[in-house]
């Protein structure tokens, strides 16, 4: 039980931590990214504002990126006590390109940085691709472009992503490659830490384990040899108070033995398995309970699917059923107890439900425990003693299926799922 539940909680924890991971690798890039495109698109708007087509003698000249004059209706490009972007080293060292067009589609002018990356025709090229988009702004490769249309040209200008996002590109390589390292190998020492922590535990449990057994199995011979005597000791002296005392505590003290032998066995002893008719079990045991559902004011009404073949042990499938439809009668508030089994799936699912006091969150989880009972108070009547439902689960767990609780609107549900294969992986 404690190795699933290590294994479980490695797993959750792993998983929690790699997805953490992720989150943060994916808000940190996509950050980093949008920030870089930002200011990137800041320098290229900025580059666009200053450019200048001259015109000399009626011949187109180069453009001209330059300061147009001050206007008092020029507006502030950078807030007060900022430097200018052209004086900034991000702007100088940065590669623009540009394609200026004027009417008719002719070309007036092109700029490819003085790099020979692009040549004119692919400048051109991507320019009209851009402006047949009709969008003022975006991205085309590695280059990000803006569209400004003036009152004598259109302005298509570029600017170069390949340096400023190769840096994010190493980043993220970077990050991957060391982050994947540090939580495999965080695994492996979670791996390593949780066994130390772990075994303590493990081994008490098994202590635990086998101490029931033993105890149980040094009992039962002398419960059986009180029992002999105070039988022989009735045919002596007639019935007598106290030996009425002696006979009801035996009992009662061999029920809880051969429950505590039952709970051994199911979470211990390697079980017999052999195909069988899960459908003819539920059903010979939904019978065998209908006398004593009316015998305590219930009816059992049942809806079993036929032919629910598996690979089990019978008589731990018998006695889970049994458990469940006893816990069930004994604990049901209305008149009515409801049994289905059917095949859903890759499993065979057992579901009771009966009317039955709300139980608290807090209790629910214990529910499966040893000698946990909802109610405190309750007496040891009908030698039950808060080991039934801790039997089930550990007969479903050797079933490789799972039992489960619910409780809303007034109903008690228990429901069973084991798994319906021709050889069962048992533990």
């Known amino acids: 039980m404690f190795r699933r539940s290590r294994k ?12 953490l991971f992720a989150i943060t690798l994916s808000v940190l890039l996509f950050a980093s990214y949008r920030e870089v495109r930002q200011q990137n698109m800041e320098l290229l708007k900025r580059h666009a504002e200053l ?19 001050d206007t008092p209706d020029s507006p502030a490009l950078e807030p007060p006590g900022r430097p200018p972007l052209d004086q900034k080293a991000d702007y100088r060292l940065s590669t623009f390109y540009s394609v200026a067009f004027g009417d008719n589609d002719s070309i007036l002018a092109i700029d490819n940085g003085e790099k020979d990356v692009y040549s004119e025709d692919d400048l051109v090229s991507i320019a009209r691709e851009i402006l047949a988009g009709n969008n003022a702004t975006g991205r085309n490769g590695n280059l990000t472009y803006i569209v400004s249309r003036r009152p004598d040209y259109t302005l298509v200008a570029f600017m170069d992503n390949t340096v400023s996002e190769s840096s994010l590109n190493t980043l993220l390589h970077n990050v991957l490659l060391i982050g994947g ?17 772990i075994r303590p535990l493990e081994e008490n449990d098994r202590k635990q384990k086998q ?35 002696i006979r009801y505590e035996n009992e009662r003290m061999g029920g809880l033995i051969r429950q505590l032998l039952d ?48 690979s089990g042990n019978p008589t731990q499938l018998t006695q889970i059923v049994s458990i469940l439809l006893d816990n069930a009668v004994r604990h049901a508030t209305g008149s009515e107890i409801i049994l289905t089994l059917k095949h859903q799936g890759h499993a065979a699912v057992l579901n009771v439900i009966n009317d039955g006091e709300e139980i608290p969150p807090e209790k629910m989880e214990h529910l499966f425990d040893r000698f946990y009972r909802v109610d405190e108070a309750r ?32 109903k008690v549900q228990f429901t069973v799922s084991i798994p319906i294969k021709q050889e069962s992986a048992w533990r």
């Open 8 to 19: 479980r909680i490695i797993v959750a924890i792993m998983g929690s931590l790699i997805l």
């Open 51 to 69: 450019y200048y087509l001259g015109q000399e003698s009626g011949n187109p000249a180069a453009d001209v990126p330059k300061e147009p004059p």
């Open 181 to 197: 390292a540090a939580i495999l190998a965080l695994f492996f020492i979670s791996l390593y830490l949780s066994k130390i922590i």
């Open 211 to 245: 101490f029931i057994s033993d105890a149980s199995h040094e009992l039962k011979t002398p419960v059986a040899v009180i029992s002999t005597n105070a039988e022989m000791l009735s045919r002596e002296i007639g019935e007598n108070e106290w030996l009425d005392n």
């Open 263 to 310: 709970l051994s066995r199911a979470e211990n002893a390697e079980a017999q398995t052999e195909p069988v008719d899960l459908s003819r079990i539920v059903t010979g045991e939904t019978l065998a309970f209908e006398m004593l559902a009316f015998d305590n004011g219930k009816t059992i009404q049942s809806d079993i699917e036929e032919n629910i073949q598996l």
């Open 379 to 410: 007496t040891d009547q009908g030698l039950h003693y808060g080991l039934g439902l801790s039997i089930a689960k550990a007969i479903a767990e050797k079933h490789s299926g799972s039992i489960a609780v619910s409780c809303r609107g007034g």
